[in-house]
Structure formats: C-alpha cells, structure tokens
C-alpha cells in the first residue's frame, strides 16, 4: 500500500464519511448504471440523479429492479453469486467503482437498511448500535460508545423505548423497534447515504408511521433513498419518485421517469407512470 | 401437531364422530401415518439395538470384572491371563483421550478453516472442489491411512519431534528423553487428525451454509470485511453447530482402530511425552490382543471396549445434544 495514489485522489470514500460530519448528504449520480445475475440483465441503462438531503423513493412494479439498483449504490449488489455492474456511481464525483476503490469503504459511506429487520440475534441493543463502530479494528472509549448509542437512538427515535434495557438482546424488541434499531446502527457510523429497501413492508401501520416520521427528521441530515412499493408512502414522504418499469415481458428492468414527487403524482410525463399511479397495474 | 381438526366440541364428542370425520376427512393420511410409524419404530429399534450391545458387553464383560485382582480402572498393566489376572484401563483411557486430544487440536482449526474458505471465501467453483476434496479423504480406508502414517508420515516426523524436543522441551508434552521418535503418540494423533478432518470440516460447512443470508448482508452492508462479517454474523449463529462437529469428529478418533494399532508401540505406560514411542488406546488394544486372549483375556477386553463405549456415546450424545437445543432455540426468535 503506498499513500501516494491516496493524495493524489482528490476526494477518497473513505474521507467522504468523515466530511460528512461538516457537510452532510452526498449526491449520488449513476450514470448508464446496468446490472446482472449472471447471464440475467436485471437493469439497464439507468441515469439517475440523487440529489443530499433529501428523501428519493424508487417506486415500480415487483421485479422491476428497484432492489438492484438501490444495491448497486452500496456495492452490495456484488455480493450475490455471478452478480454484475456496468456503468458508473459516482458519489460527490467520485466513481464507487473505480479499481482502487474497496467496497468496504463504500458500505462504511453508504449504509443500507434492508426489507426484513436484521439486528444481530446473538447481540444486545446497545452492541447493536455500536457493530459498525467496532469495525475495522478502530479502537474507541467506553463513553464515547455510550454517546454514539444515545445519540444514534435518538435518531432512530428509539431512545425512550430502550433506554432502559439496552443490555437485552436486539432480537427481543419488537419488529418495528427491530427495525428502528436497525437504522440506529446504520447511522452510527455517520453514513453520508442511507439505502432503504423496502423499510416498513414486515411491520404494522403504526411502526411505519414511526419510520416515516423518522425518515422526516433524517431529511436534513442525509441523503436518502427508500424503495417501496406503497405508492401512498412514496407521495408522503419523498421529494424525487423515480419510476422503475420493465417494459418488454423477460427484459431489463428500466428507469421510466424520474422528477419533484409532486409532479410525478399530479402530471405524470409518461403514460406508464401515468397507469401504474393509478393503480392500472404492479 | 397430529391434533384432529374438528368444527367444536359438541361434534367431536357427538356419538357418530365417524360421520363428522367423513365430512372433515381423515385426521391424517394413510401415507403420514406408515411414514410415523416406520421412523418411529426405526427409533425404538436403534435405542433397543444400543441397550442389547450394552447389555452383551457388560454380560461378557462381567468374569473380567470378578476375577481381576487389581483395580480396573486405575492399573495400567494388561495381564488378564496370568494367575492371578492383574489388568486395568488406565494405560488405554489416557492413550486413547491423549491420541484423540492431539488429534482434536491438529483438526479442529483445520476443519473450521477449510469449511470457511469454502463457504464464504473461495470462489463457489473453487470451494465446491475443496469441498469435494476434504470429502474424498472420508473414502479412504483406514487401513490405508494408518499404512501411510507408518510408511510416510513417521519417517519425516523425526526432524518435528527433535524440533520440539528442543525449543520447546520445557514442556513435557514436547520432551523427548529417550531419542527415539518412531510409534508414538503424535505420529497417531496425526494421522486421527487427518482421518477425522472430512467429519468436522463437512459438518461445519453444513452449518455454515445455513447461515442466513440477511445476517451476512447486515455485516457486510456496515462496512465488515470478510473476517469481521464471520466473526459478527458467522460464528455467533454457527457455534453450537461448529461445537457438535468437533465432537462428532472427537467420537470418531476415540473409537479408531486399525490405523492407531498399525502406528502405535503398544505400550502399557502413561507418559505425556508424545514424541517418544509408547501409547496404546482401547480400541487398538483391541485389535492386538483378541487373537492371543484367553478366556479373562477376552473378557478383560470386553470391559475395555464397554468403556469407550460409553466414552464414545457421551461424546456422541452430547453433540447431538448441543444441536438439538440450537435447532429449538433458532426455530423461536432468530
Ligand atoms: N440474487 C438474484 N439472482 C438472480 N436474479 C435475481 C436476484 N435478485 C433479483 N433477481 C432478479 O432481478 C430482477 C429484479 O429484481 P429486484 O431488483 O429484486 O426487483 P424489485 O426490488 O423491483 O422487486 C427480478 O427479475 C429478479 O427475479
Ligand atoms: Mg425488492
């Protein structure tokens, strides 16, 4: 490892995390952004703008490759055996995908929160919080950990409910608080975007609303992207809608339309976007 | 479960219950009912098939008991043949724990490792043919192996123990006063170690495999490398099963014969000097005496076996044991 490629980059990811303290939010460009399994063309040809600090919802029918594309800005999309990417993500201009980059890095930037919450069993609470801080082998105080925990569950508007028992084990809070707990272990370590997938799909109305109040609050201080599929979630809480669509039976999932959420629901510019809406169809 | 569906109780109590069942159809098809029937009468057979050998091997077991006039479990001579018979177990319990012993600690890690690589670190290509490999090696004879020990194996062993005889000969484990290093208890344990390889690192890659796949993505999303993904996601899920791998394999090394009588000096001695010749386990005890064993002689050796028998089957219970509670625990909340 020699640090000179490191200097001369002007912006690395790894750096990006600790900007984000200053300057929070990232814009995430993806630029002719295609994806595979294997020899299954999942996307194609997806341009997309995401602009920080604000919530972008990745609506369209089922297998459309919402999933896909919100994996492919973590890199987390490489994880899946015979698994491809062809285009670009660039996060604040840097490319997510350029050789020297190590996804881990990425992650560490870019924190996901997934469809079913997933704290870890075997942890309690509190180690839940701080799993991300711990690591890459970073060596912190006990007090500073306290501090991230509280902060990190205040966020994920969770504080008042666990307080009280954050030595009990993640997977005993209910699935809603999972969930939450999930997101406070996200932005623990202060990601500068946090992925979504479909966040409140497992859980009862009244821990969604819990959810989107919070992503209201995490609005100024993240860039957000939040899959669903619930149309009325989309409208309440996004400021871009990005409309997926497969458009030939077995082909790619594509990027249709894209723009204000207000607009996409009001004057939709493609009749598909204009269908699916309206609940025509997905 | 097996529980009947009815539509309330006054129906199910009702004197022409065969009428509300012909409505509702029966309880349980014909199929289910020989499938229970078959499994659960295989159970019983297995638990009675293990119950008659214990019993045979205490029956025969039992002159040996009567006419030995030293302690049985603390005498580490083997004279069940003289008058009067003088033999005890302590030599063949301490050979047999210590060859396994050395086997366990050559094996274990290595079994953990391999199962690892070839799940979450090789290519899938590659790690299916690893895999497929470290299988292979289960196929081999045991006879074979204990040949190679003998033929192969022991005679590079010699550099090993004088190594170890000299940095690290403080310990008595590694002390070696007799310069001798054939037939001893480290070119046994190796060869177990080798033998009992394919068991832990095939069960443990079961284990692994089962891992799911929302606890891998939760540690790699926040940024873990590989190693830390297994240690935060892994090993915390796969532990119980990694323990009952281990001691499947630990069962299997204490009850190996023919490789350990083929490398072993069988000596009636218990020293932990495990480069120097000498060592005798149970099970090649067995083996090496049954021909020449006159009628003590054979029950002596019949008490012996009845012993790792019990030795084996705790271990054996036990890792079932540990899966089994696991299996309970993870159908629940995880
Ligand atoms: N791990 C995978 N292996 C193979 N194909 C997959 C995998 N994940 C998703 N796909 C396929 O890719 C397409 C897009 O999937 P996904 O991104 O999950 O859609 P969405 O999230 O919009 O429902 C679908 O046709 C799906 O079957
Ligand atoms: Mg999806």
């Known amino acids: 490892m020699t640090t000179a490629p490191v200097q001369a980059a002007p912006a690395t990811v790894a750096r990006t995390a600790r900007t984000a303290d200053r300057q929070p939010g990232a814009r995430l460009v993806t630029r002719d952004l295609s994806a595979c399994y294997g020899g299954f063309v999942a996307v194609r040809d997806v341009n997309l703008v995401i602009e920080p600090r604000a919530v972008t919802a990745l609506i369209g029918p089922s297998g459309c490759g919402k999933s896909t594309v919100l994996r492919t800005l973590n890199r987390m999309h490489e994880v899946a055996p015979g698994a491809g990417v062809s285009g670009s993500v660039h996060l ?11 996804p881990v890095n990425v992650r560490r930037t870019v924190g996901m929160v997934f469809q079913r919450p997933n704290p870890f069993p075997t942890m309690s609470v509190y180690e839940n919080v701080v799993a991300g801080l711990r690591l890459g082998g970073t060596r912190r105080r006990r007090r ?61 109305p009244i821990s969604t609303l819990a959810i989107e109040q919070l992503l209201a609050s995490l609005r100024t201080d993240y860039t957000i992207v939040i899959v669903t599929h619930n149309m009325q979630q989309a409208a309440r809480v996004s400021d871009t809608t990005a409309f997926f669509n497969v458009t030939e039976p077995g082909g790619p999932g594509r990027l249709v339309e894209t723009g204000p959420t207000a607009r996409m629901f009001t004057a939709p510019a493609d009749p598909a976007t204009a269908d699916y809406l309206g609940g025509r169809f997905g | ?31 289910d009912q020989v499938f229970r029937a078959v499994s659960r009468g295989a159970a019983q057979l297995i638990l009675l098939l293990l119950a008659a050998i214990a019993l045979f091997l205490v029956w025969r077991a039992f002159p040996a008991f009567q006419a030995n006039t030293a302690s049985f479990l603390t005498t580490t001579a083997w004279f069940p043949d003289q008058d009067p018979p003088v033999f005890g177990i302590a030599a063949l319990a301490f050979g047999t724990v210590l060859t396994a012993a050395v086997a366990m600690v050559l094996a274990v890690p290595v079994g953990y490792g391999i199962a690892l690589f070839t799940v979450f670190y090789a290519d899938r290509r590659v790690g299916a043919a690893a895999g497929f490999i470290t299988d292979l090696l289960a196929a081999v004879p045991s006879i074979v192996f204990g040949l190679w020990g003998l033929a192969v194996l022991q005679p590079h062993l010699g550099g090993l ?12 484990l590694f002390r070696n006063d007799s310069g001798l290093y054939t037939k001893s208890i480290l070119v046994a344990g190796i060869v177990l170690a080798i033998m009992v390889l394919p068991t832990v690192s095939a069960l443990s890659r079961e284990v692994f495999v089962r891992v799911p796949a929302t606890h891998v993505e939760a540690a790699l999303a926040l940024g873990a490398t590989r190693w830390e993904m297994v240690r935060a996601s892994v090993l915390p899920f796969a532990r119980p099963g990694m323990v009952s791998a281990a001691m499947l394999g630990l069962g299997r090394a204490l009850g190996e014969t023919i490789a350990v009588a083929l490398v072993l000096s069988a000596a009636f001695d218990v020293s ?5 010749p000498g060592g005798n386990t149970f099970a090649a005890n067995i083996a090496l005496k049954w021909n020449e064993a006159g009628p003590i002689g054979l029950s002596a050796l019949i008490a012996s076996g009845l012993v790792l028998f019990a030795l ?6 036990t890792a079932r044991a540990i899966l089994a509670r696991r299996a309970r625990f993870s159908g629940g909340a995880a």
């Open chain 2, 161 to 172: 123990g004088q190594w170890l005889n000299t940095y690290l000969g403080a310990i008595p």
């Open chain 2, 272 to 276: 932990w000097q495990l480069s120097e």
């Open chain 2, 312 to 317: 084996t089957l705790a271990v054996n219970v």
């Open chain 1, 144 to 204: 500073e950990h306290d501090d991230v925990v509280e902060e990190a569950l205040r966020g994920a508007h969770l504080w008042h409910e666990v307080k009280d028992r954050l030595r009990r084990p993640g997977a005993s809070l209910s699935g809603g608080q999972q969930q939450r707990l999930c997101i406070a272990r996200a932005i623990a370590v202060r990601p500068a975007v946090l992925l979504m997938d479909e966040p409140c799909s497992a859980l009862d």
């Open chain 1, 92 to 102: 604040n201009g840097q490319d997510l995908y350029a050789p020297e980059v190590d």
């Open chain 2, 1 to 31: 479960m097996g529980t009947t569906p009815r539509l309330d109780p006054a129906l199910a109590t009702s004197p022409d219950e065969d009428a509300s069942r012909q409505v509702l159809g029966p309880a349980e098809r014909r199929g």
